[in-house]
Structures are given as structure tokens and as C-alpha cells.
């Protein structure tokens, strides 16, 4: 179907494929014949991650269920949990538009959303009909939360509490909190990434967490363009927190033609980000770099979750041995298909296997 599906414009697909999933959600039916199709099971991958049971490692990242309409599908196509949002404590309708581009060859897409999500307020509405409906989550539910996109949040003490609302709407849902400070596609860019301001947002998270005595984690998004002083810097400030673990990374903003295939260097717009394997090779330093930190014991034992350019099971593998207990990817759904989860989780039970591992926590970090 892809050569097909391909022709449309990126955006509408992705809105048709929701609502597929969406309505697909709501058949018990046709969930029973996904899970039949697409799911793989092994204990060898599963695992619990700081009291959270996880039948598979293979996670769905933030920014493809901005509105968290998936839900009740997700599982049924073999993801191990799902990543919502981004979702800000006010509604925002996006940047203009066209703000989606497949790279094919390059196996990327270039991404301008903007954090376009209906806030906060409307998204935990809309999950609590649902369980009030009977419909529960069938794997772990996350939330990317980050501040919303408009001039407001400039200022830091507004966007510490534009943050802290939404952290206060979801503390009665969700299983874990991804505080998104690196989306480098919003008003102001990414000044929680500077010290100070870093200090100021997980102060006042801090005190949310003491405020409404939620239990579960959260964690920090960082961006793929950090520096390793800057990353020594955040690492000292997150010690000092309630910080959990940390998501590597987010999109890259930089442009670097010669990532992008020669046949697709033209016209790459110099606003917005790249996805998939465009951002890999960022990311797996920066996941190697903090990876090996944790593991040498230079910092708090933070779990982490790789994310970047996994389009297989060997992609997966790779960064589970740089120091990542969990994997998240959109790029590679899209581009390889609904079944790429079940393959990338048979994949790595059957490297876990042959490098002699009885379970893929013993694999985590071990090329460090």
C-alpha cells in the first residue's frame, strides 16, 4: 500500500490513519484480529520499569497520538505502551501549514507541527468518558507534556506553571510524565535546556509532585543537538530533582545535507525539524554519552529510553546496548508498516538469545 498511500499529502494520511485506528479501537473484532496478526509475546522482553509492567520494550513516541486517540489500539499492533501529545495546558491549532514532508530515501520526515494538540483540559475529558465507559488502556499510557506555543510562555515563571497545569490535570491517569523541554519546532525555542531556567521548571515540578502526591516518574526530553558540557549541566541539575529518566531525543533542528540522501537535498526547509534516520546518529551519541554516565555511576541511575531512527529490531538492539531499557519510534511505523513492532520485538528476542541473554534487562548498556 505504501507507493499508494505515499501520493497523498503526509498530513492527511497521518489524520486518515488515526481515524482508522481510532474507530478500529472501538471493534472488539477487529482488535482480536490486529493482535492475532501483529502481536509478539516473550517474556525475554518483557520487563517492569520502575513499577511499570511492559510486555515489550517498543513504545510509540510522542507526536503521532497528539490527542490521544489511540488508546485502544495501540496494544493490538504490538506496541508496549503509548506515548500521547505533545499536550500543553492550552489548546493550540499548529503552525501553518504544509508542516509535514516525507524524505523517502532518506527515511526521514520533516516535521513543523507545532505542538498542535486541544490542551489539556480537552484531551483528559475525552480519555475519562472513555474509562467511565468500561474502556481501559491496554498497555501503559504516557504523556508528553509540554508549554504551550504562544508568546505567553516567554516568560518563565508562566511557562513553570503552564507546564505544571498539565502535570496536575493527568496526575490521576497516567503511568509516566515526559517533560518535553527540547521541541525545537515553538515560540521561543528551547530555553529550559539553560541551567537556570532548567532549576525553575523542575523546582516548581517538584513541588506539583509534593502538591498532589502523584506517584508515577517523570521524565526529561532532551534535544539531539546538546553538547556534552551542556549535558554534564542538565545531569547535575536533574540530580538534584525528582527526575526519573531521560528520552533520547527529540527531532533535530540542525540541517545537515549530507545525512539527507542527494537526490533530496533541494528545498529542505530551513524552519522546522527531521525525524528517523536523519536525527540517528545524534541521538545514539548523545544516548551513549549520558548512557555511559549512568552506567559509571557519574550521575543518578536514570532509566532511559532511546528514540531515533529504529526501523529495526537491530536498530532497537543497538541502543538497548548504549544504555536504553526502553525504545520509542513513529518514523519507522511509518515507513515500514504496522507490523514493524512484532518484527522489531521477535528480532530482538532472538538477538537477546543468541548473545546468551536470559532477559533484555541484562543486555542494557552492556557496550558501554
Not at 520499569?49 to 495501540?74: I, R
Not at 536498530?315 to 511505523?333: H, Q
Request: aromatic share 10%; with cysteine.
Amino acid at each position: 500500500m505504501k507507493p499508494v498511500v505515499f501520493k497523498f499529502d503526509p498530513e492527511f494520511t497521518h489524520d486518515v490513519f488515526t481515524w482508522i485506528g481510532e474507530m478500529s479501537g472501538r471493534i472488539g473484532i477487529v482488535k482480536w484480529a490486529m493482535r492475532k496478526l501483529f502481536v509478539y509475546e516473550n517474556e525475554i522482553i518483557s520487563q517492569d520499569v520502575l513499577g511499570v509492567k511492559y510486555k515489550n520494550p517498543v513504545g510509540l513516541a510522542g507526536g503521532f497520538d497528539k490527542d490521544a486517540k489511540l488508546t485502544q489500539v495501540l496494544g493490538s499492533v504490538g506496541f508496549g505502551f503509548n506515548e500521547i501529545g505533545a499536550v500543553t495546558a492550552k489548546a493550540y491549532g499548529g503552525n501553518a501549514k504544509p508542516r509535514l514532508k516525507r524524505y523517502i530515501k532518506t527515511k526521514s520526515i520533516w516535521v513543523n507541527y507545532g505542538l498542535k494538540n486541544k490542551g489539556a483540559k480537552a484531551v483528559h475529558e475525552d480519555l475519562k468518558k472513555m474509562l467511565d465507559a468500561g474502556r481501559k488502556f491496554e498497555i501503559p499510557l504516557w504523556i508528553n507534556v509540554a508549554k504551550t506555543n504562544c508568546s505567553a510562555t516567554a516568560d518563565q515563571a508562566y511557562a513553570v506553571e503552564d507546564y505544571s497545569e498539565t502535570v496536575r490535570v493527568f496526575s490521576d491517569m497516567v503511568d509516566v510524565f515526559v517533560i518535553n523541554i527540547s521541541c525545537p519546532n515553538t515560540f521561543g525555542g528551547q530555553p529550559f535546556h539553560k541551567p537556570e531556567q532548567l532549576e525553575a521548571l523542575l523546582s516548581g515540578l517538584d513541588k506539583v509532585k509534593t502538591e498532589t502526591s502523584f506517584k508515577q516518574p517523570y521524565f526529561l526530553k532532551l534535544s539531539p543537538e546538546l553538547s556534552e558540557a551542556a549535558l554534564d549541566s542538565i545531569l547535575k541539575i536533574c540530580d538534584q530533582h525528582q527526575v526519573d529518566g531521560l528520552v533520547i531525543s527529540n527531532l533535530s533542528k540542525k540541517k545537515n545535507m549530507e545525512r539527507m540522501h542527494e537526490s533530496e537535498r533541494v528545498g529542505v526547509p530551513e524552519h522546522g525539524s527531521l525525524s528517523g534516520k536523519y536525527v540517528e546518529p545524534d541521538s545514539d551519541r548523545v544516548l551513549e554519552y549520558v548512557g555511559r554516565k549512568v552506567k559509571k555511576g557519574e550521575c543518578k541511575k536514570y532509566v532511559i529510553v532511546g528514540v531515533g531512527g529504529i526501523f529495526t529490531a537491530e536498530d532497537a538492539y543497538k541502543k538497548i546496548r548504549f544504555g536504553a531499557s526502553l525504545v520509542e519510534l513513529i518514523t519507522g511505523m511509518i515507513f515500514e508498516g504496522p507490523q514493524v513492532m512484532s518484527e522489531i520485538n521477535e528480532g530482538l528476542a532472538e538477538l537477546l538469545k543468541k548473545d546468551g541473554f536470559k532477559h533484555i534487562s541484562e543486555a542494557v548498556g552492556v557496550d558501554l
